[in-house]
């Protein structure tokens, strides 16, 4: 049997990692972290807006209901489509303008972490022979913040 012994130079090499190769991965983690925050955050940003855009959908269903039932209606209120919206956590507001014709409702988003508040605003369109409402989405804000359907 035979056994092998390490002189001290050679166990002292194998010991771990030297300084500089400790470094270059901290400075590879700090470029990745540098590129992947800002995805992260529109990301998040986005997800909170299409959640204030899901929630704008009781109001298009509230509105095509009530404008196909009475397409003269001019202007268009909530509680012309008896619609009542209470501030969540992302949407700060709901409002209604526009005739049945061409209504309007804009929704204000709040705590989404975006600079400022971003408005989305649903115009819709009703042709004068059809029985349906078609919806546009627009919004004041970069398109990397908003959801597809949104963005310009």
Known sequence: MKI???????CRRQAG???????????ALAVIVSLALPVYTSYTIRAKVGEALSVAA???TA?????IEDPTIDPLTDSDAG??????KYVASI???GSCRNPVITVTTQNTGAPAPIDLV???DMPADAERLNWVCTANTANRNVPAECRS
């Not at 092998?4 to 050679?10: D, G, K, V």
């Open 83 to 88: 619609y009542t919206f209470t501030a969540s």
């Open 58 to 60: 009781a109001a298009q």
């Open 4 to 10: 092998h012994l390490c002189c001290a130079e050679r």
């Open 17 to 27: 990692f030297t300084l500089i190769e400790l470094m270059i991965v901290v400075a």
């Open 122 to 124: 649903l115009t819709g």
């Open 63 to 67: 509105v095509a209901a009530t404008c």
């Open 95 to 97: 409002g209604f303008s």
